[in-house]
């Protein structure tokens, strides 16, 4: 394909020039986009305008952006283009500051970034108080990163330096915000910070398996001692019963049961005269009449 596009001859319009792959126009550049070398030869005119290649447009970026490649400007070094920068809020005039000038740099202006080297146990930092670590190479020399949340208040403890690791920037919410990941120390405090780490982490592990015995047994506690309240309350709530109803009722009851019982004994009487009646009857002397009768 590529040999295909250089074999076909310049573009006949200005509008072909737009995102070519081989060919480019000083009009259609971007704003962080130059041509370099400045006296780059063309390779053709179109309407008296020259049309560089492709290969000679480069993106420019500003001194805070080269920094997060871990790139830093050279000393000296003149801005090959400038720009406006875009609107910034500033907090102290809390105002919007526009039509700011942008320095832009190519990739030939910068160098690899040097990171600082620490001294008597104190970690550099940057002007805000963290470490920019953006790159693993940008980490001072003489430190380790230890990717540790909460890890400065035990090292406030020890009394040992160490700064927050930046790694980057999160955009949300109409800010930039950074976004920080562990700590940066010196690395011979490396050992003696992550043992006392461990053994801070294993007693905050204790506390919390105290607590969580003791929020259990207070729980117990307070669904029994509802219990017996409530227990209580219902028996104090409810009516006591009249002495002279209680004996009222137990002289209902003795009587029915008195009458009930004679009732028994009644019916068994009148069993035994029925019997009685009987006998009688069958022994009634009938037999001392016959004679008198047959006279």
């Not at 020259?50 to 447009?57: G, I, K, L, M, Q």
């Not at 550099?124 to 670590?133: A, F, M, Q, T």
Request: proline fraction near 7%; glycine fraction near 4%; include cysteine.
């Amino acid at each position: 394909m590529d040999q295909n596009l250089q074999q076909q001859p310049l573009p006949r319009s200005i509008a072909e020039y737009k995102n070519h792959p081989l060919y480019a126009l000083q009009r259609h550049l971007l704003k962080f986009e130059a041509i370099y070398p400045p006296d780059e030869s063309p390779v053709g005119f179109i309407k008296s305008e020259p049309v560089f290649p492709r290969e000679s447009v480069y993106t420019l970026y500003s001194r805070d952006t080269w920094i997060k490649e871990a790139k830093t400007v050279r000393v000296d070094e003149e801005p090959y283009k400038i720009v406006k920068a875009r609107p910034k809020w500033d907090k102290n005039t809390c105002q919007v500051v526009k039509d700011r000038p942008l320095e832009l740099f190519g990739e030939w202006q910068v160098e690899d970034y040097e990171p600082p080297l620490a001294k008597d146990g104190k970690v550099p930092r940057s002007e805000y108080g963290s470490v920019e670590l953006f790159k693993p190479s940008m980490l001072p020399r003489g430190c380790v990163h230890i990717p540790i949340s909460g890890l400065n208040r035990i090292a406030r403890k020890l009394n040992i330096d160490c700064a927050p690791a930046m790694i980057g920037f999160d955009y949300h919410s109409g800010w930039s915000h950074p976004v920080y990941d562990g700590f940066v120390v010196c690395e011979e405090f490396k050992d003696t910070l992550i043992d006392a780490w461990n053994e801070d982490q294993a007693e905050q592990a204790r506390k919390a398996e105290e607590k969580r015995i003791k929020r259990i047994y207070d729980n117990w506690k307070k669904l029994i001692q509802d219990g017996m309240s409530s227990a209580s309350t219902s028996r104090s709530t409810s009516p006591e019963p009249d002495i002279k109803d209680i004996k009222d009722k137990g002289s209902r009851r003795t009587s029915r049961r008195s009458h009930l019982q004679k009732k028994v004994t009644y019916k068994e009487n009148e069993e035994e005269s029925d019997e009685d009646i009987s006998l009688d009857e069958s022994d009634s002397g009938d037999h001392l009449y016959e004679p008198l009768k047959s006279k």
